[in-house]
């Protein structure tokens, strides 16, 4: 699938030129769940990749689509399963990084690590980095890019990602960043705005550009590949079989990974446990203050009666005194009237 992912009123010239690179690929490893799909149909400007909301994996095999810009430049972007799933199976993983690589045949300008800053930097993202320096090779972080997602939730709290960093980051992810030259760059998925979806590209083409001047404009290559394949065989930590790249390695990072989503699913459900805790406890007092204020407006509405019924009783007593002193008056008129006229007779 080609087309143009330039959109047809951006000039060029006014955006900058990311470069004159014929070729750059690109591939998108991370967490299930932080964007990659989503990040590649940015990349590529179309949707390529199936993306959607999920945290079970959308895609399950590698898959490579590109598209040639109005500059000549083919842009190239594998999409990976979530090679560190811990549901996938390790000969599986296996035999999808040897695709990975076959897929990027003339080699990799940049390896983009998708976190999300929506999402906050866990165990699983550790051991995905150590796992990718250990089938990679130490030169893996020379041609790695963090790209965070979630630039429209940023956007909308009026925060850019140096904000966002002072905030606070794992050690770890600091770390990460130093080693890969603090390459990094936040994308935001949902925008409909093609001047924003091509700024953010163009930023991407120019880390990617400046990263590859930097490795002697040698992108991450079959026979790098295979030199970290030949250490890890000469160390005895890899083994090969017939059903491509399979170690030991993978389980102790199934393990891994496995312990890191059950730490996570035990924070989940204590914060989950919790927070249902204390909306119990807000609840129970809601309901308390309710009952309260139920009773008391029914202890005001019961004085108000009384006080009412006090009020008419006392009433019909005065109407009832008065039409007696009427009654009385008028006896005592009449009585008067008949003495005045025999009086008169």
Same mark, same amino acid.
């Given at each position: @699938?080609?087309?143009?992912?330039?959109?047809?009123?951006?000039?060029?010239? %006014?955006?900058?030129?990311?470069? /004159?690179?014929?070729?750059?690929?690109?591939?998108?490893?991370?967490?299930?769940?932080?964007?990659?799909?989503?990040?590649?149909?940015?990349?590529?400007?179309?949707?390529?990749?199936?993306?959607?909301?999920?945290?079970?994996?959308?895609?399950?095999?590698?898959? !490579?689509?590109?598209?040639?810009?109005?500059?000549?430049? $083919?842009?190239?972007?594998?999409?990976?399963?979530?090679?560190?799933?811990?549901? @996938?199976?390790?000969?599986?993983?296996?035999?999808?990084?040897?695709?990975?690589?076959?897929?990027?045949?003339?080699?990799? /300008?940049?390896? #983009?690590?998708? $976190?999300?800053?929506? =999402?906050?930097?866990?165990? %699983?993202?550790?051991?995905?980095?150590?796992?990718?320096?250990?089938?990679?090779?130490?030169?893996?972080?020379?041609?790695?890019?963090?790209?965070?997602?979630?630039?429209?939730?940023?956007?909308?709290?009026?925060?850019?990602?140096?904000?966002?960093?002072?905030?606070?980051?794992?050690?770890? $992810?600091?770390?990460? !960043?130093?080693?890969?030259? =603090?390459?990094?760059? #936040?994308?935001? =998925?949902?925008?409909?705005?093609?001047?924003?979806?091509?700024?953010?590209?163009?930023? #991407?083409?120019?880390?990617?550009?400046?990263?590859?001047?930097?490795?002697?404009?040698?992108?991450?290559?079959?026979?790098?590949?295979?030199?970290?394949?030949? #250490?890890? !065989?000469?160390?005895?930590?890899?083994?090969?079989?017939?059903?491509?790249?399979?170690?030991?390695?993978?389980?102790?990072?199934?393990?891994?990974?496995?312990?890191?989503?059950?730490?996570?699913?035990?924070?989940?459900?204590?914060?989950?446990?919790?927070?249902?805790?204390? =909306?119990?406890?807000?609840?129970?007092?809601?309901?308390?203050?309710?009952?309260?204020?139920?009773?008391?407006?029914?202890?005001?509405?019961?004085?108000?009666?009384?006080?009412?019924?006090?009020?008419?009783?006392?009433?019909?007593?005065? !109407?009832?005194?008065?039409?007696?002193?009427?009654?009385?008056?008028?006896?005592?008129?009449?009585?008067?009237?008949?003495?005045?006229?025999?009086?008169?007779?």
């Amino acid at each position: @699938m080609g087309g143009l992912s330039m959109a047809d009123d951006l000039d060029w010239e %006014e955006l900058g030129d990311p470069g /004159h690179t014929s070729k750059t690929t690109f591939v998108l490893v991370g967490r299930t769940g932080n964007g990659k799909s989503a990040s590649g149909n940015s990349i590529l400007g179309y949707r390529a990749f199936k993306s959607k909301s999920s945290t079970c994996a959308i895609t399950t095999t590698c898959e !490579l689509k590109q598209i040639q810009r109005l500059d000549g430049r $083919l842009i190239q972007v594998v999409d990976t399963p979530g090679l560190f799933d811990p549901s @996938m199976q390790a000969d599986f993983v296996g035999k999808e990084l040897m695709n990975c690589i076959e897929l990027a045949k003339d080699g990799v /300008h940049g390896i #983009l690590l998708v $976190l999300s800053v929506l =999402n906050r930097f866990t165990a %699983e993202e550790m051991v995905a980095v150590e796992s990718l320096q250990m089938l990679f090779g130490e030169k893996v972080v020379d041609y790695m890019i963090v790209l965070f997602t979630g630039g429209d939730e940023l956007e909308d709290d009026d925060e850019t990602l140096d904000e966002y960093f002072l905030q606070g980051v794992p050690d770890y $992810l600091t770390d990460l !960043l130093r080693r890969c030259g =603090n390459r990094r760059i #936040l994308f935001n =998925n949902k925008t409909k705005d093609n001047r924003k979806k091509e700024h953010q590209l163009v930023e #991407l083409l120019k880390i990617t550009d400046t990263m590859l001047v930097a490795n002697g404009g040698k992108p991450y290559s079959k026979e790098i590949f295979q030199e970290a394949k030949e #250490l890890l !065989l000469s160390s005895g930590t890899l083994s090969t079989s017939p059903s491509g790249f399979h170690n030991k390695e993978f389980e102790v990072f199934k393990q891994e990974l496995e312990r890191a989503y059950k730490d996570q699913l035990d924070q989940v459900t204590k914060m989950v446990e919790e927070k249902l805790r204390l =909306n119990a406890e807000r609840l129970e007092e809601k309901l308390e203050s309710e009952q309260r204020a139920r009773e008391e407006v029914e202890r005001l509405a019961r004085e108000s009666k009384a006080q009412s019924d006090a009020d008419i009783k006392k009433l019909h007593e005065e !109407l009832e005194r008065a039409k007696k002193e009427r009654e009385e008056f008028q006896k005592r008129w009449d009585s008067d009237m008949k003495r005045s006229q025999c009086t008169i007779l």
